[in-house]
């Protein structure tokens, strides 16, 4: 018994790809753990992402592809840039420089205010209604969120590699 499992765990290994293959885009959302509609729609909004497509227009994505995408969805995910703030930071600091991100060799810094996926603060979108509140309510929201700020920089640095 303990040669038929020896065997399929040889089957398994041979099975798994060199790090240098080509990856499908399920394969490529698999490993991300982002929906592959969430890749072809980076893929619109990132002219960088161009993975090979063969007949049937089937995507492959080459091992600097994944990288990238990785690197975007740390960005967009973890760092919370917009779209158009991890755009800038492509054409500020490269491909490669996101590549990087990706691989976890180096660590993007936090987006300014107007980076961040949520807008700048103070700005509200132009269909919104603002209504007053009591002063003793706005200062509650006040200070809530200023302990969320708080928060959220004490998680930044957590998150930061030890250097």
């Not at 706005?138 to 928060?151: I, N, S």
Request: charged content about 30%; aromatic content about 4%; proline content about 7%.
């Amino acid at each position: 018994m303990p040669q038929a499992l020896a065997a399929s765990d040889d089957t398994t290994e041979a099975r798994e790809k060199s790090a240098g293959a080509f990856r499908t885009i399920s394969e490529v959302a698999e490993a991300l753990d982002v929906p592959q509609h969430v890749l072809r729609f980076w893929e619109t909004r990132f002219g960088q992402i161009r993975p090979m497509k063969r007949a049937g227009g089937r995507r492959y994505y080459r091992p600097e592809d994944v990288d990238l995408v990785a690197g975007i969805k740390h960005l967009l995910h973890v760092r919370r840039y917009t779209i158009k703030g991890a755009q800038r930071i492509i054409k500020d600091n490269g491909i490669r420089f996101v590549q990087a991100v990706g691989r976890g060799e180096v660590v993007a810094a936090p987006p300014p205010l107007q980076d961040l996926d949520g807008g700048v603060e103070g700005q509200l979108p132009d269909d919104t209604t603002v209504i007053a509140l009591p002063g003793e309510d706005q200062a509650a929201l006040e200070d809530a969120l200023h302990e969320l700020r708080t928060c959220r920089a004490l998680l930044d640095a957590l998150r930061q590699p030890p250097d």
